[in-house]
């Protein structure tokens, strides 16, 4: 068996970022806390709280006794002024396409335009982008759901920064057709887009394919869902003790990528394994 390796598979920078500034702010003060798990990864989360980091979910249990970490997805503006007036110690690890996209979703509503933001509306970020809109706003996953929406004449888009550029292409002609003046600000980060290049890329050429990441990420979800268009035989696990001999039963070639909160080492264990399974068939 031969096993390729997808390019930008694994960490993002903002996921890095994040992760080193929890591992720095651990070493220097006492009670650091995570306002929600810092990545959506349970392994990395397990191994801090392991180290004493621990992970907060409501902003009113935290005081000026702890050091809170705000994860790379970002938090509500709400949530922030919260922290602000508890008197919390902050630490701002919210990736910088993520502070890009609160940004431009309080200038689209300060300009006036009805926004319409492409993601997940349960997920963390998308709460956090549409905290800054003071107008009119619709979270869509597609561009099916253009065609239940009210929009005004002046519609903004921009996405969650993680979603497939060809979806966020799609809504845009979709709004084209709609609106009478759209203004569109593509907030999908650039780490995004050539990962799910690399990986379809990929796909298309092997015989099986694994996508590695947290059953609770979106972006590994979304890199899985393009893989499994391109190859049947694909899946999504979180670690190698998901994996079983069968799956390689006259398999040739191997495809693997993983998403953007993936560490190495849980790739490495993957990478292992499908090792252990290519010498033990080579011997019988």
């Known amino acids: 068996?031969?096993?390729?390796?997808?390019?930008?598979?694994?960490?993002?920078?903002?996921?890095?970022?994040?992760?080193?500034?929890?591992?720095?702010?651990?070493?220097?003060?006492?009670?650091?806390?995570?306002?929600?798990p810092i990545i959506h990864n349970p392994q990395v989360v397990k191994q801090f709280e392991d180290n004493g980091v621990l992970v907060e979910s409501d902003a009113e249990k935290l005081d000026s006794s702890h050091s809170v970490v705000l994860r790379s997805h970002g938090i509500t503006k709400s949530t922030y002024?919260?922290?602000?007036?508890?008197n919390v110690d902050i630490i701002d690890a919210t990736c910088p396409f993520v502070n890009k996209a609160h940004a431009e979703a309080a200038k689209l509503s300060g300009d006036g335009y009805d926004v319409v933001v492409l993601g997940e509306a349960d997920?963390?970020?998308?709460?956090?982008?549409?905290?800054?809109?003071?107008?009119?706003?619709?979270?869509?996953?597609?561009?099916?759901?253009?065609?239940?929406?009210?929009?005004?004449?002046?519609?903004g888009l921009i996405a969650q920064t993680t979603q497939n550029r060809e979806v966020f292409n799609r809504v845009r002609r979709a709004l084209e057709h709609r609106a009478k003046e759209l203004k569109v600000v593509n907030t999908i980060c650039n780490a995004t887009n050539l990962r799910q290049h690399a990986a379809k890329k990929l796909a298309k050429s092997v015989d099986l394919m694994l996508v590695i990441g947290g059953k609770n990420s979106g972006n590994t979800t979304r890199l899985f869902k393009i893989c499994r268009e391109l190859c049947t035989n694909t899946y999504h696990i979180e670690t190698a003790s998901e994996l079983t001999k069968d799956m390689f039963d006259n398999i040739e070639n191997i495809g693997i990528t993983a998403g953007a909160s993936t560490p190495d080492f849980l790739i490495e264990e993957v990478l292992e394994y499908i090792n252990e399974v290519n010498d033990a068939g080579e011997q019988s």
């Not at 002024?81 to 508890?86: G, R, V, W």
């Open 1 to 36: 068996m031969k096993i390729y390796l997808a390019d930008y598979a694994g960490f993002c920078f903002g996921v890095e970022r994040a992760i080193n500034i929890v591992k720095e702010q651990s070493n220097i003060k006492d009670n650091v806390r995570t306002l929600g």
């Open 81 to 86: 002024e919260k922290l602000k007036k508890n």
């Open 123 to 155: 997920h963390p970020e998308v709460k956090g982008i549409v905290s800054y809109i003071k107008g009119k706003y619709h979270v869509i996953s597609d561009e099916k759901d253009i065609e239940d929406i009210d929009l005004d004449s002046k519609v």
